[in-house]
């Protein structure tokens, strides 16, 4: 009897394991297309993509936020009783592909240091796009920044052209490149320069090899 009451246990659990064992795969089965369709469709910006040759969206993201925690735990600039006010240059590209646009690196910097540096760092617009918007956008007269001399401008008085905050610092890259048989060492250079008297305020850089 007591045979039989164990046998019965046993056929039980293993009726337990067998239908949860099912229910598991068929689960699987059931959600394991769609993340991985989605996975190759939308793969994580921070991770290499086998697929993919050359600098990545990783390199972009590991350098431009390397590169903002590094300047904004500068001493001279938590020191600074003012803030650092800096416009964002270019990336001087000098790699084996001159044509490539790589101005990537300092824009998603540039968006690290907007939202990481409130207080210490105030960021200028490009003197270049600055105009370009303003003479897109403002009417000339009528608050755009310039004298209406003759009185076209409906009668109104317009104001003097207000003065500009100038820049203190300018942030730019340069990215040069050593390419091989097998691999590309790539060199992403970040300088800070002091426009008041040419020094070097603050400098770092991002370097990877990568298979061609």
């Known amino acids: 009897m007591a045979t039989n009451r164990t046998n019965h246990k046993r056929y039980s659990v293993l009726v337990l394991l067998t239908t949860a064992s099912l229910a598991l795969a068929g689960l699987a089965a059931g959600c ?8 190759k469709q939308r793969p994580p910006v921070d991770e290499i993509d086998s697929r993919d040759r050359g600098l990545q969206s990783k390199d972009v993201v590991t350098a431009s936020d390397k590169m903002a925690m590094d300047l904004l735990s500068d001493p001279n600039l938590n020191a600074s009783k003012t803030q650092w006010t800096v416009v964002v240059d270019h990336v001087d590209n000098q790699s084996s592909d001159p044509r490539a646009n790589l101005d990537i690196f300092l824009r998603r910097l540039r968006t690290n ?9 105030q960021l200028i617009e490009n003197r270049q796009k600055l105009n370009e918007l303003q003479s897109r956008e403002l009417d000339p007269g009528a608050g755009g920044g310039e004298r209406d001399p003759y009185g076209q401008a ?15 610092y300018s942030l730019y ?18 300088t800070l320069t002091d426009l008041r ?14 298979e061609r």
Do not use: M
Request: net charge positive.
């Open 197 to 210: 008297n040419r020094t070097i305020a603050w400098t770092n850089a991002y370097e990877v090899k990568v």
């Open 173 to 190: 890259a340069r990215i040069s490149d050593l390419p091989n048989r097998g691999t590309t060492y790539y060199y992403v250079e970040f």
């Open 113 to 121: 240091l907007a939202q990481q540096g409130r207080g210490r760092v």
């Open 32 to 39: 394991s297309d769609k993340p991985h369709e989605y996975g």
């Open 154 to 168: 409906g009668g109104q008085t317009s104001s003097a052209v207000p003065a500009r905050i100038q820049p203190d």
